[in-house]
């Protein structure tokens, strides 16, 4: 049974807020972007599959859950490198473009006409990218964790818009679950073929996964599709614009990542579209 819209929005302000506490585990982390992801979606997918196991019933696998999977996979590789390579601001401000994505994939794959007020979110959010950059040297860590970010953002989009298909017809417990788990069975191989060269975890590296798979991952994850059976994916995607907000937040307080005034200009124009988005949402 769909959600109302106003516990709609709260899911999907929720979700967000712990996405974006995710950002901060990949400075807490000093391990490779794969084998975080790896771990997280190995805990997730556990978590999920006990809580279903709970209720009696696990929907089966699909072909499209599996591709879900591997585009998870991509998505979260590619935000955890952008922060890696730059800072939790920048890589999160970078994914953070995935609105404008968002409708050039309803539109050629569901065939959604733009409003003008979705177009206009869109371009403050492309504008606030273009803020962000400071030059178009490659060797810039900005540059550098803007495109690491950008893949993220349209790898993220991709997955909103094909979860929205699917959270019409399967439960966002299943959708999390099975996309995790595929997610985690595409990336054992890559972390099997170099498991000479990788750093052995440590027992803190091994507790911080736990958490972010299971609060980060399983219950954030779990409540942002549960949000889309009643949202657009173009909305839900918006108001996830502010988890810049929430990061940068946490980044200061908790790593002493001052953002430049440049970031902040740029974070602004963001978190202007996602505030619209949320209005018109309500």
Not at 79 to 99: M, N
Not at 217 to 233: E, K, N, V
Request: charged share 10%; net charge positive.
């Amino acid at each position: 049974m769909p959600v109302p819209r106003a516990s709609a929005l709260v899911l999907v302000h929720a979700a967000v807020l712990l996405f974006g506490v995710a950002g901060l585990f990949g400075k807490w982390l000093a391990l490779p972007a794969a084998v975080i992801v790896l771990g997280r979606t190995i805990v997730a997918a556990a978590a999920l599959a006990a809580f279903a196991l709970l209720r009696g019933r696990i929907l089966g696998p699909s072909r499209r859950l599996a591709a879900n999977g591997a585009v998870l996979a991509i998505h979260w590789i590619a935000f955890f490198e952008a922060i890696a390579v730059s800072s939790v601001a920048v890589g999160l401000l970078g994914y953070a473009t995935f609105p404008l994505f968002v409708l050039l994939l309803e539109r050629w794959l569901l065939g959604r006409r733009w409003t003008a007020v979705e177009a206009g979110t869109a371009g403050l959010v492309a504008a606030g990218l273009l803020v962000l950059v400071p030059s178009f040297d490659p060797d810039d860590a900005t540059v550098r964790g803007l495109a690491w970010g950008v893949l993220s953002g349209f790898t993220f989009a991709l997955l909103a818009v094909r979860s929205r298909a699917l959270a019409q017809t399967h439960a966002p417990l299943d959708v999390a679950l099975w996309q995790n788990a595929f997610a985690a069975l595409v990336l054992a191989p890559v972390a099997w073929i170099g498991r000479d060269v990788l750093p052995d975890p440590t027992w803190r590296d091994l507790a911080l996964i736990v958490v972010l798979g299971l609060a980060c991952t399983a219950l954030a994850h779990t409540m942002f599709i549960a949000s889309l059976r009643r949202l657009s994916a173009h909305s839900a995607s918006v108001i996830a614009a502010l988890e810049p907000v929430y990061g940068i937040a946490l980044a200061v307080l908790l790593l002493h990542e001052i953002p430049t005034a440049r970031t902040l200009a740029g974070g602004a124009l963001i978190v202007a579209a996602a505030l619209v988005a949320t209005r018109r949402a309500a």
